[in-house]
């Protein structure tokens, strides 16, 4: 009896200590809000609609590049981008960015690639990331490993890289397009919880209404059925490619596109919670695949999910319907796709990068201790002034070293 009592007291206690513990709470709001666990699997309502297209702004114009300078099929790169976009969705059901991997990107654009070279370079890239996935180091994977070691304030060293990356990119495409870049601004800031017309949505249909207005929109459609071609990607093109690019893509991809992407689905889905490893799976089998069938070198990305998020994202029904639009747009306008891009106003791409750059930015409210705050800048500054590899490696070694030296404890 006497052992109930006291049971029954340490539950009042309990109980009282519990109730009273949100009164001590700080009153700040939390940078982001996490899902909650009685979220549904799957929307497809406007505002899943609208953060589906969130990530547009880094999509779009290196679409553009890839199709246009590089003559990438269309029909293959949207159709395998689709697809992909729909598995993605109904496996995780939550927003699982997918875009180009921006090395590589850059250097077959810049560079004038052939397609056989793009294709050569993502089959391989997919090989190594299939290799990485499966290496274990003490018997751990390594790359779950190589996330442990990274501290907070690195990766979001690297999530403020990205956005002042994006910020400088947005302005610098606003000059071009000022008058429409303002309008969108000012349409973000209006509809940015507006779950009747989200604020991505009412830029999309923006756009097309002023291609309508200025007679490019329906001036270039053309409807015809076109299936991806079938390729074969030669030795040849896959190593030479990995010398010209995919060796440089590896570090960011195991940054950006994997420990940073872990990371911030643990933050915004903590009952989805998903892997290094399975990320990086991902990223593997999708490019062992994608090449065979006109597909570009894809990855996740941090940056993507934070863009995703930030307009409206919340489920796997936001994959699965950009996925069906993609793939409507390569099977039945892959003809007409170049100039529909290309006549999409630049100003509201512009918008949409500044947007989400200062989204990102809002992450560095995580690091507090003075010390972090240093180390999550020199971060952000080689990442930006150099690339995210160098700025991660460094980040690293000095808090570790910091570390070991008992500076910061």
Known sequence: MIGDKEDMQQNQSLESKSESEPESEPESEPVIAPLKSS???????????????????????????????????????LVMLGLTNIILGLVYKIPMPLQPKKVVAGA?????????????????????????????????????????????????????????????????MMVSGLVFGIISIILIILLRNNKKAPAALAL???????????GQLFGVMSFSFTLPPFIVPSIESMWRGMILAGIAQIPLTITNATIVVAALIKDYFPE????????????????????????????????GLVAQYSFGARTGGANIMEGSIEMILGLFLAGSIVDLFSAFPIGIIAAMLIFVSFQLVKFIKDVKIKKDIVIMLITAILSVVTNMAIGFITGVIIFHAL?????LE
């Open 39 to 77: 979220a549904p699997d799957f929307d497809f309502n406007l505002k899943e609609l609208a953060g589906s297209m969130g990530d547009f702004g880094t999509l779009v114009p290196l679409a553009v590049g890839y199709i246009v300078i590089v003559r990438l099929n269309p029909a293959g790169f």
């Open 108 to 172: 077959a654009i810049a560079q004038k690639w052939s397609p056989s070279l793009v294709y050569g370079t993502g089959l391989s890239l997919g090989i190594t990331w299939l290799g990485l996935s499966f290496t274990k180091l003490k018997g751990e994977p390594l790359i779950e490993k190589i996330a442990k070691y990274t501290p907070e304030c690195v990766i979001r060293g690297i999530l403020l890289a990205l956005g002042i990356s994006l910020a400088i990119t947005g302005f610098e």
């Open 204 to 214: 999309v249909i923006l756009g097309l209404v002023v291609m309508a207005f200025q």
């Open 272 to 303: 989805r919670a998903v892997s290094e490893k399975k990320i990086l799976l991902n990223q593997g089998i999708m490019n062992v695949t994608a090449p065979f069938f006109g597909g570009f070198p894809m990855c996740h990305g941090g940056g």
């Open 403 to 407: 570390k070991k030296a008992k500076i």
